[in-house]
């Protein structure tokens, strides 16, 4: 029987070797750029805030007769897309989502009740997420910008309408913004703790 040196004997063989490399080798195609998963995930929830918004114009809002005006449903994804991507990115997905909107479902007739809406809860989530983030919640933020919403959108139409009688409506709206305010922020802070960590950290890599 041949004699076996005891260090060649615990030695992996090349062959056991070159296989394990190559099991643990990454593939390709998972190795992706973090630059990649913002841009797949903004896309994702730019959809999602279409979606929403399609929904909207199938809602008639039966509060205020004035055609154009929503309750901003979409307000959920802009919300949760500022905590979780930044304002940079929640500022594009909110103007690109106003202006597809009016391409795609509701005409132009209310853009402009869409863009200062959303310009205005912007504005008022980008404030309360730099000064107060922690010591407001989701849901007091939504509640603020459904409010700011509304006001928005209660200013256009002033404008547009040459005519200061449609503030008139405004609690009815504040009212009913307070109602979706309080349901999207539950949604947002559930989603929030539900979210992987990889993806922030996918956001965070990629926005550097």
């Given at each position: 029987?041949?004699?076996?040196?005891?260090?060649?004997?615990?030695?992996?063989?090349?062959?056991?070797?070159a296989?394990?490399?190559?099991?643990?080798?990454?593939?390709?195609a998972?190795?992706?750029?973090?630059?990649?998963?913002?841009?797949?995930?903004?896309?994702?929830?730019?959809?999602?805030?279409?979606?929403?918004?399609?929904?909207?114009?199938?809602?008639?809002?039966?509060?205020?007769?004035?055609?154009?005006?929503?309750?901003?449903?979409?307000?959920?994804?802009?919300?949760?897309?500022?905590?979780?991507?930044?304002?940079?990115?929640?500022?594009?997905?909110?103007?690109?989502?106003?202006?597809?909107?009016?391409?795609?479902?509701?005409?132009?007739?209310?853009?402009?009740?869409?863009l200062?809406?959303?310009?205005?809860?912007?504005?008022?989530?980008?404030?309360?997420l730099?000064?107060?983030?922690?010591?407001?919640?989701?849901?007091?933020?939504?509640?603020?910008?459904?409010?700011?919403?509304?006001?928005?959108?209660?200013?256009?139409?002033?404008?547009?309408?040459?005519?200061?009688?449609?503030?008139?409506?405004?609690?009815?709206l504040?009212?009913?913004?307070?109602?979706?305010?309080?349901?999207?922020?539950?949604?947002?802070t559930?989603?929030?703790?539900?979210?992987?960590?990889?993806?922030?950290?996918?956001?965070?890599?990629?926005?550097?």
């Amino acid at each position: 029987m041949p004699f076996l040196d005891k260090n060649n004997a615990s030695a992996p063989s090349p062959c056991k070797a070159a296989s394990r490399q190559i099991t643990t080798q990454e593939h390709p195609a998972q190795r992706t750029h973090p630059k990649a998963n913002t841009l797949a995930y903004t896309g994702l929830l730019l959809c999602l805030a279409l979606i929403f918004s399609y929904l909207e114009t199938q809602i008639p809002l039966l509060v205020v007769p004035i055609p154009g005006i929503k309750l901003g449903f979409a307000n959920l994804v802009i919300t949760f897309c500022a905590y979780i991507c930044g304002l940079k990115t929640a500022f594009f997905i909110s103007v690109t989502r106003v202006l597809l909107t009016a391409l795609l479902f509701g005409g132009w007739s209310g853009f402009w009740f869409s863009l200062c809406g959303a310009l205005c809860a912007f504005c008022v989530l980008a404030l309360m997420l730099r000064f107060v983030r922690d010591a407001v919640s989701p849901i007091g933020v939504s509640v603020a910008c459904a409010a700011a919403h509304n006001a928005g959108q209660l200013c256009a139409a002033s404008l547009l309408l040459k005519s200061g009688a449609v503030f008139t409506y405004f609690p009815w709206l504040l009212l009913a913004g307070m109602g979706i305010g309080t349901v999207t922020g539950t949604l947002v802070t559930l989603l929030l703790h539900f979210v992987p960590s990889s993806v922030k950290l996918a956001f965070q890599k990629g926005t550097q």
